[in-house]
C-alpha cells in the first residue's frame, strides 16, 4: 500500500490507463501544461503528449460533442469538465447523444466515454460553483454515475469506468483533493454498481457517499459514545445502485438515514427511500429519514454553510429521533 491524495489517485488512475492503452485520451480546458484547475492532471502533457492531452477551448458543448464522436470511432475519450455547474451548457450531448446512442442504434454504436467533474460545496464557491447534480445524472437510463469518497475509490473506480463500454459521470469533490488515503500499489479495479459496507452496526442504517461521508462516519463516532450502533454504507455507485447491499443492511438494523449534500427535493436520498418502502417495509421500525442541503441555491457567505449544508450535528439528531 501507499498512501495518495484524492486528487494524486485520480492522477496516478489516469496514468496507468492511459500507460495500458493508446486509445485513451483525454480533453479538458487547462488540463496540459497547466495540469488542470485542481492539478489532478498535472504532468500527464507531459508524459503523454499533446496529441493524446488536449487543451480545449472554453466550450463544453464543443469539445464533449468532440469526445462523443471520437468514442463512436474508436478512441476512449476522458473529458473534464472543470465544475459540474458548467454541464449546464452540454447537457444535449451528455444526455441526448452520449447516453442514448447505443440504444438508438440497438447496439451498433457503443460510447465509451468518461466525463470526470467535480461538484460540492467549499466556502465561498456560491451557487454556480458549488452544486451537486448527481442525481440528475442518475436519473438519465444509458448513463453510469460514481462518487467515490476516499483515494482508493477514486482509483479503483475511474479505472473501471475507463474500461466501461458506456458513457460514465465520475463526480469528483472539491473538498476531497487533498484528503489522503492508503491505496494499494498492485492493480486494482472496482467494479461499478456495487456499494461498500464501511462500518458495521445494529441499531441504524446511515446511507451516504462523496464528501458526506466522513461526516456520517464523524457522526457514527458520536453516536457509538451514546451506546448507539451505527451501520455506514457507502453507496458510491449512483446508477446503476447496489440495490440488494442496501437492502440487506436494512434488514439487520431496521432504521435507515439518507445523507447527501445536493438539495432535499428530488435527491437521490428520495430513490432510495422509496426502494426501501418498497422491497423491505416490513423491516422497517421507522420512516426513512434524509438529512440534506436546504433547498436553495448555495450561500456565498461561509456563514450560512452550517446552516445550508448537513452536519455532524445534524446527522445525530436525526439518528436519536429515529431511535425515539
Not at 433547498?295 to 456565498?300: I, N
Request: with cysteine; aromatic share 6%.
Amino acid at each position: 500500500m501507499r498512501e495518495l491524495s484524492y486528487a494524486q489517485a485520480i492522477n496516478v488512475a489516469l496514468a496507468e490507463e492511459m500507460e495500458r492503452d493508446e486509445r485513451i485520451i483525454l480533453l479538458g480546458e487547462d488540463i496540459g501544461a497547466y495540469g488542470g484547475v485542481f492539478r489532478v492532471t498535472q504532468g500527464l502533457q507531459e508524459r503523454f503528449g499533446t496529441h493524446r492531452v488536449l487543451d480545449t477551448p472554453i466550450s463544453e458543448a464543443g469539445f464533449l460533442g468532440c469526445a462523443v464522436g471520437a468514442a463512436m470511432c474508436g478512441l476512449r475519450p476522458v473529458v473534464e469538465i472543470m465544475y459540474v455547474d458548467f454541464t449546464g451548457v452540454a447537457m444535449d450531448q451528455i444526455i441526448n447523444q452520449a447516453a442514448k446512442l447505443a440504444y438508438v442504434s440497438g447496439g451498433q454504436v457503443r460510447v465509451p466515454l468518461v466525463i470526470r467533474t467535480q461538484q460540492g460545496a467549499r466556502p465561498g464557491a456560491a451557487a454556480q460553483h458549488a452544486q451537486c447534480f448527481e442525481a440528475i445524472f442518475a436519473h438519465i437510463p444509458g448513463l453510469r454515475v460514481v462518487t467515490p469518497a476516499t483515494p482508493r475509490d477514486a482509483r479503483g473506480l475511474l479505472k473501471a469506468a475507463i474500461r466501461c463500454d458506456d458513457p460514465v459521470v465520475f463526480l469528483e469533490h472539491k473538498l476531497l483533493y487533498s484528503t489522503t488515503g492508503l491505496v494499494p500499489l498492485a492493480e486494482e479495479v472496482i467494479p461499478l454498481g456495487r456499494a461498500s459496507l464501511v462500518r458495521s452496526g445494529k441499531d441504524v442504517s446511515l446511507f451516504s457517499y462523496a464528501a458526506m461521508l466522513p461526516v456520517v462516519m464523524e457522526a457514527a463516532d458520536r453516536l457509538a459514545e451514546m451506546g448507539v450502533s451505527a451501520e455506514v454504507v457507502d453507496v458510491r455507485s449512483l446508477a446503476p445502485l447496489d440495490e440488494e447491499t442496501l437492502l440487506s443492511s436494512i434488514r439487520r438494523t431496521n432504521r435507515a438515514l439518507i445523507v447527501h449534500e445536493a438539495w432535499r427535493r428530488g435527491g437521490l436520498g428520495a430513490e432510495i427511500a422509496a426502494l426501501l418502502q418498497e422491497r423491505a417495509f416490513d423491516y422497517l421500525d421507522a420512516p426513512v429519514a434524509r438529512v440534506a442541503a436546504c433547498d436553495v441555491p448555495k450561500p456565498f457567505s461561509p456563514a450560512f454553510d452550517a446552516f445550508y449544508l448537513p452536519t455532524v450535528e445534524k446527522v445525530v439528531q436525526a439518528v436519536l429521533t429515529l431511535l425515539r
